[in-house]
């Protein structure tokens, strides 16, 4: 979640107080959980950089690059130096060498260039500093952390459409568990503050990326959430409670296990849950959640779902679940 169920476009801004103009719903399937950091990278290749492809450069070429080439060379080599160090983070964790060879040394470089595009003044000017932030945050430098947490506090005149909002948002909560106490409980601060947006994009990502923050305040901000307006908000608040064990998503869970819900929401919002794959994957992972948390529906409701529902992944589901419990 959020709910990408319009099939048109790439993010732009929206309206204000218009849920159903969130500019979120073509990056992510309904109720997915935060993105491995690989899966992140992508998502900032179409979203930032437009899927730009070149020449392969070194990590050094490339930091010279952003420091000294042209707005769409800086570009460039700022996402081939975040696709790098991500590259090579993901082989050390598969236990293979890392084919960049990028470590601490690079670090000092990295931090001149980022300094070299603070502070932002203009909207064309973000992409590249949050690019350089999340390849600091994943190479574990404390101060690219803070800076992360700032872009969520960017105003519409640097991010019109709330995309950078969004992705800082993304990153933070990809990397939440790895974080120091300090930065955690900052992550943590400015992520609750996208509950008060109008924009339901932002306000969901807030709760996908809480799930990763098993701490007080994040849980009391996840379940002031699962009053919002918005299915979306409130779902993927449900979910993560539910990641971290915590039951107090149930009832929200079990309401969207119902059409009734999905069709509520097409109605003051039409164009939303439009499509069944997306509807039953809400209402799969929903399912899957309550038995994580032992919140399951009756033996006669699974029952139920198990022979008469017309989603075959929900018969399916329900059946292994009954099953389970024989």
């Given amino acids: 979640m959020p709910d990408p169920d319009d099939e048109h476009g790439a993010p732009s ?15 992510l399937v309904p109720l997915v959980v935060v993105p491995a950091v690989i899966v992140m990278a992508l998502v900032l290749v179409f979203v ?21 080439g042209g707005a769409n060379e800086s570009r460039q080599a700022a996402f081939n130096l975040m696709r790098q160090v991500l590259e090579d983070l993901e082989a050390e964790r598969d236990g293979r060498k890392g084919e960049w060879g990028i470590g601490p040394d690079l670090v000092p470089s990295l931090q001149a260039a980022l300094e070299d595009r603070l502070p932002v003044e203009d909207a064309g000017d973000v992409a590249i500093p949050l690019a350089l932030s999340a390849t600091l945050a994943n190479l574990g430098d404390e101060a690219a952390i803070g800076q992360l947490a700032d872009f969520l506090r960017l105003d519409d005149r640097l ?48 709760a996908i990326a809480l799930q990763n923050f098993p701490i007080p305040a994040a849980v009391t901000a996840l379940e002031r959430a699962l009053g919002d307006r918005s299915l979306e908000v409130r779902g993927s608040a449900a ?42 994957a809400s209402r799969t992972r929903a399912l899957t959640a309550l038995a994580a948390i032992d919140r399951l529906p009756a033996d006669s409701e699974l029952e139920r779902l198990a022979e008469d529902d017309p989603d075959a992944s929900i018969r399916s589901l329900a059946r292994t679940l009954l099953a389970r419990s024989e």
């Avoid at 070149?54 to 010279?64: F, K, S, Y």
Wanted: no cysteine.
């Fill in 48 to 68: 930032l950089f437009g899927a730009i492809a070149g020449e392969e450069t070194t990590p050094r070429e490339n930091v010279a690059k952003v420091m000294s």
């Fill in 159 to 206: 991010d019109p459409g709330g995309q950078f909002r969004y992705q800082a948002a993304m990153i933070l909560g990809s990397l939440g568990g790895s974080l120091a106490p300090v930065e955690r409980r900052l992550a943590v601060e400015r992520l609750v503050e996208l509950f008060d947006s109008e924009d339901l994009g932002l306000r969901a990502i807030a």
């Fill in 239 to 280: 979910l993560a409670l539910a990641e971290q064990g915590d039951p107090a998503g149930a009832e929200v869970l079990l309401s969207m296990l119902t059409m009734d819900v999905y069709e509520e929401e097409r109605r003051d919002m039409p164009g939303k849950w439009v499509r069944g794959e997306h509807v039953s």
């Fill in 13 to 27: 801004a929206p309206r204000s107080g218009d849920d159903s103009t969130s500019p979120y719903r073509n990056l």
